[in-house]
């Protein structure tokens, strides 16, 4: 099939799935113009005229980036990100720009300014978020592949919930330079795909130092990794902060027919403890939420999105009356969250305590894997997806969600979310994570583990 003729049957789903409400931004003349250039290029590239959609937060010059917020709206970015002319260079063609919580700011994209997007098998769940628009479009097969970000979870937490791989690379594997910033020291570019395979070969096509984020290590990119035949001679550890005894049924039952299938073929489970997690949601959600303050503070009315202009020649009240109306309410939350523990008074109380404990938390992933442990498995999520509503009231809740995530992205680690099962109908996703830069490893005992384990089988 040449580039154009792919690029008119992803229209054709793009279409389609309007009543997911997953897509902000897309165009068929850009598609077309995107399969021209894949048909001109001499070789195909590794990805060979692969469509892939980008989450609203990773900017291009050829469609508005807008981070699912008002106060971006219309904003046309004057450079494409790295990950992007990457994966361009590999053979891609961008399809379409995705839904998104507000600034990535959620766990059920629920919380854009454009309304939410629904989950593919049951409207009336959320996909998971932030990066819900992007699990929804690859859930759908209109895409096989997508970018999200992940800031806390936010590609893995949305892929367990849709029945799709979301891999999250090492910190710094991956030139954050385009992406728009929520937590400059947590961010990353990551990859769903139907397939572990697919995702392995996206991340190696866009991962690699780069010269405009100081961020990224200077290492080459990683090869694409090759699927182990087995697990034998890798232990994988399961923390027992990660297996409460209140965890949902369904999802206990998933992973308990995942350690069984890791077992059958070769691996060597063992029990392991990771004693600071229990404080990693509290950790994150004030760690996040200082580096969101200041890299928000940018948007003010003047450079970026609207303008209010009934504030007259005050500027404090152009910023107040501009940002009030501008962002949504979560985003508001956050902001004041982070100013308040970065405030005089405050800061050696919450923000230095915070990042005392996030050393401790990825110290805890550290010396698990000196002790010969190669990959940790736990749940991804506590739950299935619930219903749409059910836990915007109360933000705790929400937050909650991430219980099982957060704590990867605070140490820096590789992680991939696999689809292992269902549960009364709604996927369930096991986690899988590897030491610091082991991202290749993590791939290969990863696509072991999805050959033996079926992603449709309800569990009991």
């Known amino acids: 099939m040449s580039a154009l003729e792919s690029a008119r049957e992803t229209g054709a789903r793009l279409t389609a799935a309007t009543p997911l409400n997953a897509t902000l931004h897309w165009s068929q003349e850009l598609l077309d113009a995107e399969a021209a250039r894949v048909d001109a290029m001499r070789s195909p590239g590794a990805l060979g005229g692969m469509p892939i959609a980008l989450k609203d937060n990773i900017v291009t010059v050829e469609q508005p980036t807008t981070c699912g917020s008002r106060i971006l709206e219309g904003y046309v970015s004057p450079f494409t990100a790295t990950a992007v002319n990457r994966l361009r260079e590999a053979g891609a063609m961008v399809a379409a720009k995705t839904n998104m919580d507000e600034f990535a700011m959620g766990s059920s994209t629920e919380h854009s300014a454009f309304g939410r997007v629904h989950h593919p098998l049951d409207p009336a769940r959320v996909p998971g978020g932030s990066s819900g628009g992007s699990a929804a479009l690859v859930a759908t097969g209109v895409v096989p592949a997508a970018l999200g970000s992940e800031t806390g979870g936010s590609v893995r937490q949305p892929a367990s919930f849709c029945g799709v791989v979301g891999l999250k690379p090492s910190y710094g594997r991956v030139s954050r330079f385009g992406l728009v910033a929520f937590g400059s020291s947590l961010d990353c570019i990551s990859v769903f795909s139907r397939s572990v395979e697919d995702a392995g070969r996206v991340l190696s096509a866009m991962s690699g130092h780069d010269p405009l984020d100081s961020t990224t290590v200077a290492r080459r990119p990683m090869p694409v990794p090759a699927p182990l035949a087995d697990l034998r001679g890798l232990r994988i550890g399961l923390p027992r902060e990660y297996y409460p005894a209140d965890l949902d049924a369904g999802v206990a039952a998933a992973l308990r027919r995942t350690r069984e299938a890791i077992e059958q073929i070769g691996g060597e489970i063992c029990e392991v403890s990771l004693p600071h997690s229990p404080y990693a949601v509290p950790t994150y959600y004030i760690v996040a939420p200082a580096e969101a303050a200041a890299n928000l503070a940018r948007y003010d009315g003047v450079r970026y999105g609207p303008r209010n202009t009934g504030a007259g020649g005050d500027i404090h009240a152009l910023y107040r ?59 991804t999520t506590p739950t299935p997806a619930f219903k749409a509503g059910e836990k915007t009231e109360d933000p705790v809740s929400m937050y909650l969600a991430d219980i099982f995530v957060s704590a990867i992205s605070l140490a820096g680690l590789p992680a991939v979310s696999l689809p292992v099962g269902r549960s009364e109908g709604l996927p369930v996703g096991a986690q899988l994570i590897a030491p610091y830069f082991e991202d290749q490893r993590l791939v290969a005992a990863a696509a072991a583990i999805e050959r033996v384990v079926s992603a449709d089988a309800e569990v009991r």
């Open 321 to 379: 009356t501009t940002r009030g109306e501008g962002f949504g309410a979560e985003v508001r939350r956050r902001i004041l969250v982070g100013t308040y523990v970065l405030s005089a008074g405050y800061y050696d109380a919450y923000y230095l305590k915070a990042q005392q404990v996030r050393a401790l938390i990825a110290e805890d992933f550290r010396q698990v894997f000196a002790s010969g442990v190669d990959l940790l498995l736990t749940p």
